[in-house]
């Protein structure tokens, strides 16, 4: 699982241009789970523009707007107002995109946000019978964070949905290489292989 933001520990590379992970000096790192590559390459894109507006701050009002619409999201998805659920987590889907990407750690901001958000989004969407919609939002989630086992279940519940048994199958057996002890992805992997039969 990806470490909180707030306990990412960066170094610069020598030349100054590059931000790294402390730990093993490389810009995209599988141990540390970041990769830095997007954000190193904007910034650049912008190293030879000579007038470059003045630097960002995150906007901490930001997070916590992000946070209150996923959280009323949950509040109705556990009221089962399904409609209503999908709707908050739009708003805090959309919310978290219009972060500027230049922002400090705007890459990282944007995936750990809309990871959990776009995986409730789509269970609301799969019990709503929006298969494709919950599909989409399924797919995002794995690759804004493949390492999720969560997000390889919500798309493998969808798959079997649209009734494509095999591919799910691998959805939740990706999952189970991820999280070997899921009850969830163990039960939903051995539905879909009795459906395939």
Same mark, same amino acid.
């Given at each position: ?12 590379? /020598? ?6 992970? =402390? ?31 003045? !630097?960002?701050? !995150?906007? !901490?009002? %930001?997070?916590?707007?992000?946070? %209150? ?11 089962? /107002? ?5 709707r908050f987590y739009g708003m ?10 230049w922002e400090p750690l705007a ?22 019978? /929006? ?7 399924? *797919? ?13 279940? %919500?798309?493998? =519940? ?18 189970? %290489?991820?999280?070997? *002890?899921?009850?969830?992805? =163990? ?8 459906? /395939?039969?």
């Amino acid at each position: 699982m990806m470490e909180p933001i707030s306990t990412w520990e960066v170094s610069v590379s /020598n030349d100054g241009d590059r931000i790294l992970c =402390k730990a093993h000096g490389k810009e995209q790192c599988d141990k540390c789970k970041v990769d830095w590559t997007q954000h190193n390459q904007l910034a650049a894109s912008l190293k030879h523009v000579k007038e470059l507006p003045p !630097p960002s701050t !995150p906007n !901490p009002v %930001r997070n916590a707007q992000v946070n %209150r619409l996923k959280e009323e999201g949950n509040k109705y998805f556990k009221q089962e /107002n399904y409609a209503e659920a999908i709707r908050f987590y739009g708003m805090a889907a959309d919310l978290s995109w219009s972060r500027p990407l230049w922002e400090p750690l705007a890459f990282q901001y944007v995936r750990e946000e809309l990871s959990p958000i776009l995986s409730n989004r789509s269970a609301a969407h799969l019990t709503l019978k /929006n298969t494709v919609d919950a599909l989409v939002d399924a *797919e995002m989630v794995t690759r804004l964070k493949p390492e999720w086992s969560k997000g390889w279940f %919500r798309k493998g =519940k969808a798959l079997g949905a649209l009734n494509r048994g095999e591919e799910a199958a691998v959805a939740f057996q990706t999952g189970l %290489r991820l999280d070997h *002890e899921s009850e969830e992805l =163990k039960k939903a992997l051995e539905e879909v292989e009795l459906s /395939n039969r």
